[in-house]
């Protein structure tokens, strides 16, 4: 029996009803761990498809599990279904989730006969960026019987092994004193003016940070009203380096700066969160190049160098296309922390939306367009006839079991 025909062939039986499923899911947009509705569609999806579901795993309501097969390499799939806030599905879960649902019901067509088991992982919250579904699922033993992992995320264009760095979400809050802005200024101990010091400090520390590193915050509270000394504020901050260690060395200096605003002030000040960080992913290019591979037979191009080439260190590519857009970024995922874990790999899909890029209104919209369409059927195809391949070749099965 040819395999991936075969693959193909059961996809193509639920191609319509993921796609429109993506946008559904679309249309829906959910917060991190509030993804009622698009995890429950997908548990459906899953089970109509003959699967063995199990819903709210690892304590998360909307985290789930859909297995099939028996073989003896477990291979996962990884499925995201949050959104952003106020602009929506502007990363494309939409398409990761129906993705992995379309690349799981093709390759459990053929499960056994490859020697495979296939599992469906629906990871919530992918967006909280500290302590992100999967981090939890890890904890929880999610991945424990797991042999690899892989997920396919939608960007502008494709790349085999997109660079993924560590980060860490936190907030900072002061607490000053309120006065009247005008007649009793003398009076006010001024949180605002910890926040201007805090990010005049982080200004200047930007010249002595690894050109890898990333600094980025908002003010969530910036004050009551402009006559009274602002008593309560905060900001929300990452901080990302190119791995956990290099994060590790650059969290201290940056919690400096927000010291040196409570200091200068007078403010009392608290660091929250920021303790489960995002770790840098570690593809593993043996399976990033059959993915490779799999999704150029479908007629997909790849920007970036080869697997085996990146593996050689072949860094410090960035791809330019039309008008200077700059395809290579420095984003972060807490698929990073299973690729510590397991063997696993997170390419990225072209759905032709540049010059709009991930985290735009205007990629929003380009998640739901028959470029869109065209990358849940690709990105599934391409998984599934993946997981084929990777349980045929014996060497590395044997590896990914061991690893196991």
Request: aromatic share 6%.
């Amino acid at each position: 029996m040819d395999l991936k025909a075969a693959a193909r062939e059961r996809f193509k039986r639920s191609e319509r009803h993921l796609i429109d499923l993506s946008h559904r899911i679309h249309a829906h947009p959910e917060l991190g761990f509030e993804e009622e509705r698009a995890a429950a569609w997908l548990c459906e999806t899953m089970a109509d498809a003959g699967f063995s579901v199990e819903r709210g795993i690892c304590g998360m309501p909307t985290a789930f599990a859909a297995r099939a097969g028996s073989g003896p390499l477990h291979l996962a799939i990884c499925a995201e279904y949050d959104c952003l806030p106020g602009i929506g599905h502007a990363c494309g879960h939409n398409i990761i989730a129906t993705m992995g649902a379309g690349a799981a019901i093709a390759a459990a067509k053929v499960a056994d006969d490859a020697g495979l088991t296939i599992t469906l992982l629906g990871t919530p919250a992918e967006e909280v960026c500290n302590g992100g579904g999967k981090i939890l699922m890890i904890e929880r033993g999610g991945f424990q019987d797991v042999h690899a992992a892989m997920m396919v995320h939608p960007a502008p264009i494709d790349m085999s092994t997109p660079q993924m760095i560590a980060a860490a979400m936190f907030e900072v809050h002061y607490t000053g004193k309120e006065a009247h802005a005008s007649a009793f200024p003398e009076l006010g101990i001024n949180a605002a003016d910890a926040i201007t010091v805090a990010q005049t400090a982080i200004g200047l520390l930007r010249q002595h940070i690894h050109d890898t590193d990333r600094i980025h915050g908002i003010v969530i509270d910036g004050g009551a009203a402009p006559n009274i000394i602002p008593a309560h504020t905060a900001v929300r901050y990452f901080a990302r380096a190119k791995s956990l260690d290099r994060l590790g060395d650059l969290l201290p200096r940056l919690h400096r700066c927000f010291e040196a605003g409570a200091i200068a002030t007078g403010c009392k000040y608290e660091i929250m969160s920021g303790d489960k960080p995002y770790a840098e992913m570690r593809h593993d290019y043996e399976i990033a190049a059959i993915y490779r591979r799999n999704a150029e037979a479908l007629g997909r191009f790849f920007a970036d160098p080869e697997p085996a080439v990146v593996a050689k260190g072949g860094g410090g590519f960035r791809a330019m296309g039309g008008g200077g857009f700059r395809a290579m970024g420095a984003g972060s995922t807490d698929m990073g922390n299973v690729s510590l874990q397991l063997p696993s790999i997170h390419p990225l899909i072209g759905i032709n939306s540049a010059p709009a890029v991930n985290h735009q209104p205007e990629f929003t919209a380009a998640c739901a367009t028959p470029d869109a369409d065209r990358a849940v059927v690709d990105g599934a195809l391409a998984m599934a006839w993946s997981a084929i391949d990777i349980a045929g070749d014996a060497a590395l099965s044997k590896r990914l079991i061991g690893n196991g």
